[in-house]
Nanobody, 124 residues
Framework: VQLQASGGGLVQAGGSLRLSCAPS????????MGWFRQAPGKERVFVAG??????STVYIDSVKGRFTISRDNAKVYLQMNSLKPEDTAVYYC????????????????????WGQGTQVTVSS
């Protein structure tokens, strides 16, 4: 699966952005999807994930109440509201193949496929 992330940009603190991630190959319907971010000089970290079924979501504490992950048959989205300068990072989408009995599982690590990243910069 090849993933293409888009929607990043420069925004003032308190603003909003919506990231999108779409596969260029097979459908993502059999995959849990995640968003990760990597700030300058730091490791890439998990931000949010959504299960294969779409019925379960997981967020890190620092984005709860501000970010929303969602998906449809074609794409996965990350709606980011009330952005803060500390949200500045390159954001990556990732896909993890999930067999059907675990369709509500949301992994925080071990994703199989990665997109190229999209830059999000929040100015103060």
């Amino acid at each position: 699966v090849q993933l293409q992330a888009s929607g990043g940009g420069l925004v003032q603190a308190g603003g909003s952005l919506r990231l999108s991630c779409a596969p260029s190959g097979p459908s993502i319907s059999s995959y849990a999807m995640g968003w990760f971010r990597q700030a300058p000089g730091k490791e890439r970290v998990f931000v949010a994930g959504i299960s294969r079924s779409g019925g379960s979501t997981v967020y890190i504490d620092s984005v709860k109440g501000r970010f929303t992950i969602s998906r449809d048959n074609a794409k996965v989205y990350l709606q980011m509201n009330s952005l803060k300068p500390e949200d500045t990072a390159v954001y990556y989408c990732a896909a993890d193949f999930i067999v059907y009995p675990y369709s509500n599982y949301v992994p925080r690590a071990g994703y199989d496929y990665w997109g190229q990243g999209t830059q999000v910069t929040v100015s103060s």
